[in-house]
């Protein structure tokens, strides 16, 4: 099975920053995209930012200009750089990846999410 490990979430106070990561590892053939999403308490899960395998990079309009999202290719591994953090950013970061992974019978493509990591944005 494919694992994705989230890490570099915490405490933050406003206006700080924060650099998350996600790792995939197992049986993978190919990476399309991945992305990042969130959830705070009694909201729905909300995509922040994702990346092709092509760069192209989406963000969602409240993180635009505040938040980068970035990929190392040769490591299945992507990053999301938070600055000008605000108290509405505190929610639990999910990683997510589009993968075609490889087994001795056949390739099967999809969607693995991660554990998730807490962001807190207080004074």
């Known amino acids: 099975q494919v694992q994705l490990v989230e890490s570099g979430g915490g405490l933050v106070q406003p206006g700080g920053s924060l650099r998350l990561s ?3 590892s197992g049986r993978i053939f190919s990476i399309n995209a991945m992305g990042w ?12 930012a994702d990346i092709t395998s092509g760069g192209s990079t989406n963000y969602v309009d409240s993180v635009k200009d505040r938040f980068t999202i970035s990929r190392d290719y040769a490591k299945n ?17 999910y990683c997510n990846a589009d993968i075609t992974r490889i087994s001795a019978v ?11 990591t807490q962001v807190t944005v207080s004074s």
């Open 37 to 48: 999403y969130r959830q705070a308490p009694g909201k729905q899960r909300e995509l922040v």
């Open 77 to 93: 591994t992507v990053y999301l750089q938070m600055n000008s953090l605000k108290p509405e950013d505190t929610a639990v970061y």
């Open 106 to 116: 056949y390739h099967y493509r999809n969607n693995y999410w991660g554990q998730g």
């Open 22 to 24: 996600c790792a995939a």
